[in-house]
């Protein structure tokens, strides 16, 4: 087992007001959401099934209706997830089939009958998405005060801002002095 040295969670998360964490560069989300193309949602349907008792034998069908009830909620959830400031750090990083997992584990962990064991992995997709505060400051991502930066072409990296000693020593001067 390894010892000592700097584990993924360890320690306080990244502060971008931070003097010690300004050498690390914070990635800008546009505050107004993303702006760019909603991509398709990446995965087939989840089939959903009635099971009854017919004849005292267990009879399991495919239930249409579960199914498209559940599509709608998927492809809604998916819409509103691709309009947070997060999305464009996920389309610059190809992140839709991590980000449609995400969403079908999310509205799985919400049923009354979900285990606890996909509730925990539904916060670490989360924490992973950037989704969280922890999992914002964990990427290194902040989102940014001004108007919506556009929208970066796949592939791009989103811009960074790069914090020196000097900018930050001017932002916490004190006037006159």
Known sequence: MASGGARARSGPAPDPNSYRSMSKDWVELPAAGFAGVVPDFPLPRAIQFSTYFEDGKKVTIPDDAATADVWDAELELWT??????????????????????????????????????????????????????????????????????????????????????????????????
Do not use: H
């Not at 509103?80 to 190809?94: E, F, H, M, V, Y």
């Not at 079908?104 to 285990?115: G, Q, T």
């Open 80 to 177: 509103d997830l691709w309009r947070k400031p997060q999305a464009a750090a996920w389309d610059s990083l190809g992140l839709k089939y991590q980000v449609a997992a995400y969403t079908r584990a999310f509205l799985e962990s919400v049923k009354a009958d979900a285990v606890s064991g996909m509730k925990t992995a539904v916060l670490r997709m989360e924490a992973e998405l950037g989704l969280s505060v922890p999992g914002m400051r964990q990427n290194g991502w902040q989102i940014s005060d001004g108007p919506s930066a556009p929208a970066p072409t796949p592939g791009q990296p989103v811009g960074a801002r790069k914090t020196t000693a000097a900018n930050w020593l001017k932002a916490v001067s004190v006037e006159g002095a």
